[in-house]
């Protein structure tokens, strides 16, 4: 999830779908919600899965830096066989969500929601434009969007932030391990961190075959990102 997340085009939560920890994952951010710490709510404990979280969060955070580089030299190396790599993985999970988590009838039913999904993330990734992003005050909406980004499968934060001109002022703060220069970015990240979990937890309680096929939407449109961004 760490090296995916870092990498423009595919999301971390499109690897933990795949690997069938996203609900998990998403269930334990949601005991930071406000709510449940400021009410001493039982579910801040019972949601707080040490065992399962720790090594997923220290797994993503060696990622994290050691991708930091590992990109660089697949990026310049071995770019085409990169693309097609990342490409196969999304169009796997979007099978495995729509074809083997549920029946394919059951999944047909949101097809609408699957093509909304679709024409959002591919909206997205046509994007050319890149913005600057680079002041203070800016980067908190930029960690607040890519972290956004980094918890619905499909949409990486890194393409977000790739679109925003944030990304090589943030890899090469991860690099240097530059934590003051990092700070807002981290605030808009923790923002996003404490509110949006609760609010997808609330859609897949809702319908979960409906949430996933609407993410599967997302991840297939997000693969003419990895094509158009990341060089």
Request: net charge neutral; glycine share 6%.
């Amino acid at each position: 999830m760490g090296f995916a997340e870092i990498t423009p085009g595919i999301s971390g939560a499109t690897i933990a779908g795949l690997f069938n920890v996203y609900k998990d994952f998403v269930s334990v951010l949601t005991a930071f919600n406000p709510k449940n710490i400021l009410d001493k709510n039982e579910k801040f404990v019972s949601n707080l899965n040490l065992p399962f979280i720790f090594p997923l969060i220290c797994g993503m955070g060696i990622a994290v830096y050691a991708a930091s580089f590992a990109i660089d030299y697949l990026i310049s190396e071995h770019l085409f066989i990169f693309k097609v790599f990342l490409s196969l993985i999304m169009v796997i999970a979007v099978i495995k969500n729509c074809a083997f988590d549920h029946e394919i009838r059951d999944a047909i039913k949101f097809l609408r929601g699957f093509i909304f999904g679709f024409l959002i993330a591919l909206a997205i990734a046509l994007t050319l434009i890149e913005m600057n992003f680079n002041n203070s005050i800016l980067l908190i909406i930029a960690g607040f969007l890519a972290f956004s980004a980094f918890i619905l499968p499909g949409i990486s934060g890194s393409l977000v932030l790739l679109l925003l001109g944030s990304y090589q002022f943030v890899i090469s703060a991860i690099k240097m391990l530059d934590v003051i220069a990092l700070l807002p970015f981290i605030l808009g990240m923790t923002i996003s961190f404490l509110f949006l979990p609760a609010e997808i937890m609330k859609s897949f309680k809702a319908n979960e075959i409906r949430t996933k096929v609407f993410f599967s939407g997302l991840i297939l449109g997000s693969i003419p990102a990895v094509w158009l961004h990341l060089h």
